[in-house]
């Protein structure tokens, strides 16, 4: 079956650098890409970009520009996502997914504190 | 960037049918997808390109198209239908945005 295992939380000070890995198994990894979504405490869903698995293409949000880089290891079926210059709003629970948002990643807490 | 705008709650009885509205321009010409979102569970999809329903998704889920409005509909809502709702839907460009959410009461 589908799955989609993320690294385990994080905690991180002002101005820090966070990189969250998203391993996937049960299906071909280089077919789907993969998106990244977050949610702040207590808000709604907020997405972050996908990346192309068998190209590398990006896409990303207007306002993560700058901020955000995704990558992956296809030798290893793994997304990466590194979020540069953290601040406190950035303290969210950050999943992964297929492109097509069908399955999900368990999500994991990024919590930006001085 | 587009935006996507659904009430913030709705609510219904067991059994009866709960519906979720979901608005915005680029609705007309793009699909649109609903996940429901339990608390401290990750979203997961009801529905897809409209209407479809994923494998293992109730029937009760249904989902409709008209102009720049789509609808989520649970017929017979049961209390395990009580979570968040977002619909979500992308431009020509590959920008992904999610509504604002809805909250399902099962009074």
């Known amino acids: 079956q589908v799955q989609l295992v993320q690294s385990g939380a994080e905690v991180k000070k002002p101005g820090a650098s966070v990189k969250v890995s998203c391993k996937a198994s049960?299906?071909?990894?280089?077919?789907?890409?993969i998106s990244w979504v977050r949610q702040a405490p207590g808000q709604g869903l907020e997405w972050v970009g996908w990346i192309g698995t068998s190209n590398g293409d990006t896409k990303y949000a207007e306002k993560f520009q700058g901020r955000v880089t995704m990558t992956t290891d296809t030798s290893r079926s793994t997304a990466y996502m590194d979020l540069t210059s953290l601040r406190s709003d950035d303290t969210a629970m950050y999943f992964c997914a297929r492109r097509s948002l069908d399955h999900w990643g368990q999500g994991t807490l990024v919590t930006v504190s001085s | 960037s587009f935006e996507l705008t659904q009430p913030p709650s709705v609510s219904a009885s067991p059994g009866q049918t709960a519906r979720i509205t979901c608005s915005g321009d680029?609705?007309?010409?793009?699909?649109a997808y609903w996940y429901q979102q339990k608390p401290g569970q990750a979203p997961v999809l009801v529905i897809y390109?409209?209407?479809e329903r994923p494998p293992g998704i109730p029937e009760r889920y249904s989902g409709s198209t008209s102009g720049t409005t789509v609808t989520l509909t649970i017929s017979g809502v049961q209390a395990e239908d009580e979570a968040d709702y977002y619909c979500q839907s992308a431009d020509s460009s590959g920008t992904y945005v999610f509504g604002t959410g809805t909250t399902v009461t099962v009074l």
């Open positions: 390109k409209d209407s």
């Open positions: 680029a609705l007309s010409n793009q699909y």
């Open positions: 049960g299906y071909t990894f280089n077919k789907y890409g």
